[in-house]
């Protein structure tokens, strides 16, 4: 072992500019996909974000909407219903719009998703500073993370959004009681509203508030025992007519081309993983057919194939392992450099996954030049072929 | 007493369109500890596929090749690659050395493998090169030496573990004549001095001057084997020798004058 060590490590000491080059080579492979890995995740999650942490563990749609957000309406008579199932606990009516901040200064506004939320019921957030809504029909309104960064908004300032009613823009001027973790929703920060005031505030084709009760898109049900999802997502569609009832994955996953661009991604970076291996494995392979005579010679004077095949495993791995700690570097820095606003996400468990395969992989493209090392014949370095 | 080395009837055939070719044919000659062999011929006589049998990278179709009494061919892949290792050193015509190891590095290599990397083992490896004048060039890698010295290099390799055979093949084929003469006796000095048994494949006849013997291989047969002092002078130098004719030493006239002049 410790010859392999010492074969392996001279060889690429003593041609480190030949193998730094290649680790580079690796390296810029590795900042590829961990940047497409963070990409899919900024995707995902923007899409993702605001019905994976929601307070719930069910989503009632209405069943003709075909789990589409913005077809499902859902009634004050049909969300009393669903609340009087035996083991829901309580439930929160949601509604989706879209808006636009005003920012300070020539800066573009900033595009959001405007959510009615019923205060104190399922659905609203948890706030990381300020407090949660306290009317239903305040002009008050909790702000996300990203918002509150972009906006450099704190608690007790007031946001102005800007909305279309009927042809004319209209300015709303909220007061921020409360600022939450990221709630991404169609890839956009999301501002939280009391219903009421997001029915007036959100696009309509006739301007004003409502004299009836607001209707949301969908509700956030909580369980009194949330181990029961699944027999009370049955129980809701059979009492309650016209409903349906999913948990949060299959809500979020039901999201316009959410599993196309998630599996586009994912193509993607097999692809760029794929490539990976095949650069990993020519570069490796080009090495050994360079060393074909020296490796004969080797073997001629009696080394053991185990020592040949670890030195060459082993360079295989330095190399590897030095380009994705680079690449991982380099990628790290650059993550740094990103505004909060573009959808990148470097999440640690994918990013590992990532890594780790790329740790994986690099070796398994290398063992065909690994193979290909030990069928060389000693023969060859008498210039004799078996 | 039992000779180094012992090929009896050593036959290698090949199949080559459908009929039999014969690369070496019931050759047999034994090499004693601390003689050194000139094995020579012209080329497609069979030398190197003899050498190769003797250093067991190559099964003889029949006959038996052995080292210190032990018979290659009983040998498993694996148990000849480690009888190599620890029983026969090895200098080849080119592409000798690990190109990223050092001078030292090189013959150390020798002792690593075999388990003796330690003081005295690196002790040994530097004290042979300094005999090889190169002391100077420890550290250099191959690529900064010249041809004579990566080849004194290389003897120092097959020495360091005391083999019990040195097998050479050509090992002066790209050195000019003082160089090629520096080389050949320090390999014949070094195996009269360890008590190896030596053989070196070279078609240079004027190295032959540094062999006890000369085995004299044509068309896949052992033809002559030389051993007087006479004989030896006469195949290094035919030109100034009447005694010896083109057709004994198998060579074509137009060669040994060639060689000769």
Known sequence: MSTAIHLSLSEIWRNRGRFVLFSLVVALITVLILFVAALGEGLGTGNRELIENLNAELI????TARLSIASSRI????????????????????GFSSAAVILDGEEEPLDVALIGVEPGKPGEPSVVSGQGLRRKNGDEAIVDRTIAAVAGLEVGDEITLRTLQGDEDEFYTLKVVGISESQKYGIRPSVFAPLYTWDEVRAKGTPGRSTAAPVGNVAAVQLEDPAQMEVLSQQIETRVDGVQAVDRRTA???????????????????????????????????QTLQKVPQIGMLKAIGTPNAIVAVAALLQIVAVTLLGVLIGSAVTLAL????????????????????????????????????????KVEPLIALGLSA | MRAALEANLVTKQYLSNNSTVYAVEEASFNVEAGEFVALVGPSGSGKTTMLAMLAGLLQPTSGTIAVDGQVLSTMSEAERSGFRRRKIGFTFQSNNLVPYLTVLENVELMLRLNGEHDATGRARARALLVLLGLEERLNALPSQLSGGQQQRVAIA?????????????????????????QVVQTLANLVHEQGSAGIMVTHDLRMVEYADRVIQMLDGHVDKILSTREDLSCLANPAECRMITPDVIGYSSGAITQMGA
């Open chain 2, 157 to 181: 390799r097959s020495l360091i573990n005391h083999p019990s055979v040195v097998l050479a093949d050509e090992p002066t084929a790209s050195l000019d004549t003082e160089r090629a003469h």
């Open chain 1, 60 to 63: 009632v749609y209405q069943d």
């Open chain 1, 75 to 94: 009634d004050e008579d049909t969300l009393r219903a669903v609340r009087y199932v035996d083991g829901v606990r309580a439930v929160g009516s949601l």
């Open chain 1, 252 to 286: 979020y996953e039901s999201t316009p081309g959410y599993t196309e661009q998630q599996s586009t991604l994912g193509t993607q970076n097999a692809f760029a993983l794929l490539i990976g291996v095949l650069v990993i494995g020519g570069f490796f392979q080009i």
């Open chain 1, 335 to 374: 993550s740094l450099g990103f505004p909060p606003n573009i959808p990148i996400v470097f999440e640690p468990g994918s990013a590992a996954l990532a890594v780790g395969t790329i740790m994986l992989m690099g070796p398994l493209g290398g063992l065909v030049s690994v193979r290909y090392s030990l």
